[in-house]
């Protein structure tokens, strides 16, 4: 007879090494499996359910945070860059960590209080970071603040969160799961005209009305409730469309494709740029006088507005300091890690 209380074993999985996110068990246990986790990092991947903050330096030498120090992280994620932030401000500092998350802001917590630091050198709020101010002002204004805009590689790669077209999951994409409405919701609605905006605004999709005009047809026989759907609806509508000098899209060009309607989805689904506006709109607010802010990009939709407002802010006066030229990832870091390649990084300094 077997014994009740032994634990069951873990489940086979096919082939050498695990392909599916819920199999990589070695990945998602860093400090179990040290050694394996290098591995995955020394190929040059993300090891799953984790992140690899990008342009840490980068960023410490733009914010330049010193002891004592109260810093924010607007979009905590995986607590790469709030880790390094916190011990910045060390002694006597403070970091205020914010992200919407509820997944995976109480696991970060609980990651970044482990490191031994004095409970009251981090402070943590679920909300989303458009409502920085109310957050801030508890405090009386931040020396430092860091808004890293880029989806969170635990979200991206966690088929339950529906962002990822590599294997069929719910058509979700919400960052916030108990807020809003999924994906397959809106898309279930969108006229086709409003659709075409939203991918060619949101994700510079050349071939944008031409997708949503076969987004939209395919209601008709189907319902998109699933990644694979969708993805699967948008290779059928390019296979066969000219891209340049009249020649077909290979699947390399249609891939893109797949990946800027996700996106431009996505950004709609979560209010990606309404949140950004309300946040720039209130950023030079948030800081005291000579305080330091950046703000990590990811496409040109972001980066146009951090641009836009960064140098109003300056011509008005509330910044006495904006880069003209954007910061880039080093050659050695977008090869070590390949979604450090589109970031863009903007700084500002308070007047």
Known sequence: MSDPDKPK?????????????????????????????????????????????????????????????????????YGGHARELLAAVQPGGRL????????????????????????????????????????????????AILADLGLSSMQIDDPARGFTFKVDAPLDMRMNPQRGVPASALLAKVNVEELAVWLSENGD????????????????????????????????????VTSTAAKRMDEEEIETSVRRVFQAIRIVVNDEFGVLDAFLRN?????????????????SG???????AFKAALQEGLFSEVNDDVVRASAEERRANPRSAPAKLRWAVRA
């Open 9 to 77: 074993r873990r489940p086979r999985y096919a082939g050498k090494n695990p392909r599916a996110f819920h199999e990589k068990y070695k990945e998602r246990d860093p400090s179990r499996y040290a050694a394996d986790v290098a591995k995955v990092l020394a190929s040059g991947k993300t090891p799953a359910g984790t992140h690899r903050p990008i342009m840490v330096c980068e960023i410490l030498d733009v914010l330049r945070v010193q002891p004592g120090e109260t810093a924010v992280d607007c979009t905590l994620g």
């Open 96 to 143: 205020i960590a914010v992200d919407q998350d509820p997944i995976e802001l109480p696991k970060t917590e609980a990651r970044l209080r482990a490191l031994g630091f004095p409970d009251e050198s981090l402070v943590v709020r679920r909300t989303n970071f458009a409502g920085l101010a109310a957050v801030v002002a508890e405090f009386g204004g931040a020396d």
């Open 205 to 240: 999709e050349p071939q944008a009305e031409l997708i949503a005009a076969a987004m939209v047809r395919a209601r008709t026989t189907q319902v998109f409730e699933s990644t694979i759907q969708l993805a699967t609806c948008i290779r059928t509508a390019l296979r066969g």
């Open 283 to 299: 950023l030079p607010h948030c800081i005291k006088a000579g305080g330091r802010v950046a703000v990590l990009t990811f496409h």
């Open 302 to 308: 972001e980066d146009r507005r951090v641009k836009h």
